[in-house]
């Protein structure tokens, strides 16, 4: 009989559980997809004795992660315990120099890692795979390298955190603030260890900057990215946008400019009918656009224990069927070193300012941005209380450095009360 391919799990959390339930429950279909069975041999998190409602008694046990990536029993290291250094990296490094295939849900490794890693890999003939690190059950690595393999790739982008979806999502559905929301992400197994990744736009910006990798043939540049979370954004500013014709997303866009590559996650407004706009929940999508295929949409669940675990299972068995490709889809040595670009394709913008009401002040805000060489589109003054007015603006086309140097100049007219809002409204 085929000999089987063995599994050391590192992390046994919302992923790495749902993994362990994917082999014990397809084993058959597995075995009967990849021409081999898969099987566990071994296992390791740092409390041997935690209740994790999967049996694992039949597997080895490891306290130190490194032992395990060690171990003679294993031929693939299945890393699902998260960070960019420590523990992590350190076991997908001894992984690789003791000769085992690498299979990986951690953005936050490659993104910062994973270029030295890829080359550290193809040079001892192992490869890395990381299907789960980007959009949840999405198969969207897959897509890039494979699918459309023969295509130049114009431009990504996409709703990549289902923790931020799902947040400005239920945020309007429900009239809660967003610290409220926290709570029923963790139950759904959506937050990141630590949760300002998922809010600061990080872990989106981990993943554009992967995508971006797999689609210009750049090295990683995940320090490039243009990054902007949601923390400013308020139920006042969903309901406004609305109100507009308008929904908010945490939106990455990573495309290739004569200026060099740009990358940028940020908050924007998108059509409340659009594909983007009507996504709910921790559902994610990505947008990818080719040269010959056009543009592709993929939707899925973008977090949570069963739809990451189904992303690993697919690297899993690519490996078991003898499916080996560079880690960004060519070889790591041919990954160029990209120039950064700032992200320059003019938008109008939404900008939400809390003004002291008193005569003047709207002209003084007007002037500011007149002087930027900025056009108002449409203006809406709501809700006074007793010193200052919330007002409402949404610009006419203008770029990001105009509108940061109205930012800039608008403390010095007196009448901003505070730090405006200023998200990008986006034609998709
Ligand atoms: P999690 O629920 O917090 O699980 C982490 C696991 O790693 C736990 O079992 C923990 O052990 C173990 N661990 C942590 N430090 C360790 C160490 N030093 N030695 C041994 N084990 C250690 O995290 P998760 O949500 O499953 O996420 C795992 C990875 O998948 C992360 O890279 C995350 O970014 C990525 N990811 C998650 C999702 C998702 O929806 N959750 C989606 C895509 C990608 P204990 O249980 O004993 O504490
Ligand atoms: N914390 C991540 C999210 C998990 O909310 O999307 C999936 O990568």
Redesign the pocket.
Known sequence: MTQPLRLGLAGLGTVGTGVVRIVQTHADLIAARTGRPVVISAVSARSKGKDRGVKLDAYGWEDDPVALARRDDVDVFVELMGGSDGPAKDATEVAIASGKDVVT?N?ALLAVHGHALALSAEAAGRVIRFEA?V??GIPVIKALTEGLAGNQIARVMGV?????N?ILTRMEETGQGYNVLFDE?AKLG???ADPN??VGGI??GH?LSLLAAIAFGTQVDFDSVELEGIQSITLEDIRQAADMGYKIKLLGVAQMTGRGLEQRMSPCLVPDTSPLGQLQG?T?MVVLEGDAVGQIVLRGA??GSGP?ASAVMADVMDIARGLRLPTFGQPATTLRKARAARAAVPAPYYLRMQLLDKPGALAKVARVLGDSGISIDRMRQYGHQDTTAPVLIVTHKTTRSALDEALAAFGATGVVAAEPVAIRIEAV
Do not use: F, H, Q, S
């Not at 990549?160 to 931020?164: A, D, I, V």
């Open positions: 849900a953005k690190a959009a949840g990549m955190n289902g923790t931020c799902y992400c959506y937050l990141e990744l998922d872990d989106a993943k921790g994610n973008g977090a990451t």
